[in-house]
């Protein structure tokens, strides 16, 4: 039996289009293989982010990472962030351990390893590179009107309706 796959769309190609962020990170390389630090058996700490400041009309942001590549038929949400206020531009690496780590106001949605913080990098050996979107939206709301106990893709669901611009960052791992 084999295990070759297709290779999963960008996530973001399949929603509409949002005016583009700039997103940069001192960890994060787009389209290089992540630092130790961002893989989950090494590190696992949130790489520090910084973006511009989104569209007029923006009252916060929500950060998310998320692997399209994990043999999963629906990807795997590494890290999810919502309610950052709109005076906040970048987060610093480790961030994500945590809602105390947090700006306040800002907290977690449980992740796909079934906790609330930052999940680093951990493909199937021997797999194809995975790619690890990190993406930044900015919304139009102070509030995306979801709690830390729903799912990734709820928050998804809202961004979809929400979000007035999204900025990427995408960084690779293969074990």
């Known amino acids: 039996m084999s295990l070759e796959r297709p290779v999963a769309p960008d996530p973001y190609s399949l929603l509409p289009a949002l005016p583009s962020l700039r997103v940069t990170s001192a960890d994060v390389t787009d389209g290089q293989p992540l630092k130790d630090d961002q893989v989950h058996a090494r590190g696992n700490t949130s790489p520090q982010l910084s973006w511009e400041p989104g569209p007029e009309g923006t ?60 999940g680093g990098a951990a493909p199937p050996e021997g797999d194809r590179p995975h790619r690890y979107y990190f993406a930044v939206h900015a919304v139009g709301g102070e ?10 893709a709820v928050v998804g669901f809202n961004l979809t309706f929400q979000a007035l611009a999204r900025g990427v960052l995408v960084g690779t791992y293969q074990a």
């Open 143 to 152: 509030k995306l009107g979801v709690d830390g106990t729903v799912s990734p």
């Open 59 to 118: 009252r916060s942001y929500t950060v998310t990472c998320y692997d399209p590549d994990a043999p999963t038929g629906s990807g795997f949400w590494h890290w999810v962030v919502v309610d950052i206020p709109a005076d906040v531009t970048s987060l610093d690496a480790g961030a994500g351990a945590g809602d105390d780590s947090l700006p306040p106001g800002a907290f977690h949605v449980r992740n796909d390893y079934g906790s609330r913080d930052f």
